[in-house]
């Protein structure tokens, strides 16, 4: 299953037998499936079969409508064949009667035995047979109007995941960054603390190394963010996989953005550096970004 936006639109027109149809379908956004169904007056009786069908969709607020053209219940003329050959024979019969008679006579022309009155006839379908072909068509009319949504939702989900995987590599770039900042943080830690206390002490001022040695390990532990890194790498290669994956992927990817949301606060409480605070921070943007495009996702 290819990656899926819950926003699209589509429309289906038809006509039989003389009624003229129009289906046309609006998603957006939402946390489960809401339909929303508006039904020409007289076909209320195909809502459980619509939503069935459109159950398909998965995720999203989904309005769809069916309009019927009133003109559809026009009667219309049929041809009835025992009258025409009525009336032919009765043709035949008075043109043998004026020949026999000396008359002239003339070709008659079709048209004229069709205006014979009963030969033409103005008849309304069978309610129930043309009903059932209605029913029939509007069913297929509103599985082409759901495939045509649903190819719209996937042309929109395939651009959605491009922008995804394009945050997702500026994600793993920072946190490359994050990880050189982290480095050059610990190599500098041991010389800000020398500073510290001997701006505390005095100039000149020694402090036992073992007690220094102490100070720094806590300090590398309080500072250390190896683990934040190594876990935003895992949730990149998650939120990829997804991506690549066949399942549904809006709602997962919505949860790991919480978790990638957690890693960059961590990371930014736990900088002691300019460039470790940038990191996180760009960190934050860019899961913001991530965050507003997977809530588009089915």
């Not at 082409?144 to 995987?165: I, P, S, Y």
């Not at 990880?179 to 041991?190: G, T, W």
């Not at 603390?193 to 390990?217: N, S, T, Y």
């Amino acid at each position: 299953m290819a990656l899926e936006s819950m926003t699209g639109f589509a429309a289906c027109d038809g006509e039989t037998d003389g009624a003229r149809w129009r289906w046309e379908a609006r998603s957006v956004n939402g946390r489960g499936l809401d339909l929303r169904l508006r039904l020409a007056d007289g076909w209320e009786a195909l809502e459980p079969e619509v939503r069935r069908r459109a159950a398909a969709l998965g995720r999203g607020s989904v309005s769809i409508t069916l309009k019927i053209d009133a003109a559809a219940d026009a009667a219309r003329p049929s041809l009835d064949r025992a009258a025409l050959a009525l009336a032919v024979a009765a043709a035949a019969e008075a043109r043998a009667a004026a020949e026999a008679a000396g008359l002239p006579t003339a070709p008659i022309a079709p048209e004229r035995l069709l205006a014979v009155r009963g030969v033409m006839e103005t008849r309304r379908p069978d309610a129930a047979t043309d009903a059932e072909a209605t029913r029939a068509a509007l069913l297929d009319g509103l599985d082409r109007l759901l495939a045509a949504l649903t190819a719209m939702r996937r042309d929109e989900g395939a651009r959605l995941g491009e922008a995804l995987a394009a945050i997702l590599d500026a994600v793993e770039a920072e946190t490359a960054r994050a990880e050189a900042a982290h480095a050059a943080q610990a190599a500098a830690a041991p010389a800000r603390l020398r500073e510290k206390v001997a701006a505390l002490l005095g100039a000149g001022a020694e402090v036992a190394e073992d007690r220094l040695a102490q100070e720094l390990a806590l300090l590398a532990v309080k500072a250390d963010v190896r683990e934040e890194i190594d876990r935003l790498r895992v949730h990149v290669a998650a939120a990829r996989a997804l991506l690549a994956g066949r399942e549904p992927a809006g709602r997962k990817l919505d949860f790991l953005t919480q978790e990638f949301n957690r890693e960059a606060n961590t990371l930014c409480a736990k900088a002691a550096s300019p460039a470790l605070t940038d990191a996180g921070l760009a960190l934050k943007v860019l899961v913001d970004q991530m965050r507003e495009q997977a809530a588009n996702l089915a």
